[in-house]
């Protein structure tokens, strides 16, 4: 574990690499241990500037649907974004989708090609590498939207987790990885994409990610649909993901969804 060792979360370090210009002002904070980033940003979070919450360790970490997301010690990237936004918050309920486009853009930068699995984790070579989780809420009149992901990095083995997953580490032993520069290059490529989503909305990323598409063409069950013949098409200009039930096309906006194996 000499990577873990060499690689702490170094505030200095990370304010290097992310972007600075007259309309971003950086508020970084970083634990040891917190319960979580998510949380903490949702309770204390600065309005005025664009936040970002990491940690070594969360006590709470969680997924989609308050499922708990391991977060071992030094290992991986607990990471949380927020910025506020004159756009109504119903509006970004794709923007889980966009920030998976963000994250896989910084690690093919590494040679690393991940695919997207609908609507917010990030595949490694059929495995799962990262979740996302978007909240929004309202606070002091200002629309706030909270990013938050979680990214192995380091980890290489964890028996508490019951489906398949991976590591930057396993799937690419001979590469360097710096978290505190991942970390940045990610939140920078959020920002960026967060301006292009305001203007423009998701159509503007709708082919990008059906690219990267890990569902498409695939059999799939939905938490929501007790039919069981699903099969999973594209993501739509909206977000939505379009499937096949019994010959009929359907748009699926939420959900849990898993492939299902012959």
Request: proline share 1%; with cysteine; hydrophobic share 35%.
């Amino acid at each position: 574990m000499e990577d873990v060792k060499q690689n702490t979360l170094k505030e200095e370090k990370i304010l290097n690499f992310l972007k600075k210009n007259s309309d971003i002002d950086w508020d970084l904070s970083i634990f040891e241990e917190v319960e979580s980033t998510n949380d903490y940003l949702i309770n204390c979070a600065n309005t005025k500037k664009i936040c970002l919450c990491l940690a070594e360790s969360q006590t709470k970490g969680r997924g989609r649907n308050l499922k708990q997301w391991q977060s071992p010690k030094n290992e991986n990237i607990y990471m949380s974004l927020s910025f506020t936004t004159d756009h109504e918050l119903r509006n970004f309920s794709s923007f889980s989708l966009v920030t998976a486009i963000a994250i896989h853009n910084v690690l093919l930068k590494k040679n690393i090609h991940t695919k997207i699995k609908w609507p917010n984790d990030i595949y490694l070579n059929k495995k799962k590498v990262g979740g996302i989780l978007i909240e929004t809420l309202t606070r002091d009149q200002n629309n706030l939207i909270v990013v938050g992901i979680g990214l192995n990095v380091f980890m290489t083995s964890n028996s508490k987790i019951n489906r398949d997953w991976t590591s930057l580490k396993l799937e690419a032993k001979k590469i360097v990885f710096d978290r505190n520069e991942i970390i940045a290059n990610i939140a920078n490529e959020i920002i960026s994409n967060k301006n292009n989503f305001e203007k423009k909305g998701f159509v503007y990323y709708e082919k990008e990610f059906n690219k990267l598409n890990f569902l498409k063409d695939k059999k799939i069950y939905l938490s929501n649909y007790d039919d069981s013949n699903v099969l999973a098409l594209d993501v739509d200009s909206d977000g939505m993901l379009n499937v096949k039930i019994n010959e009929e096309i359907r748009k699926i906006s939420s959900g849990e969804v898993s492939i299902k194996i012959n």
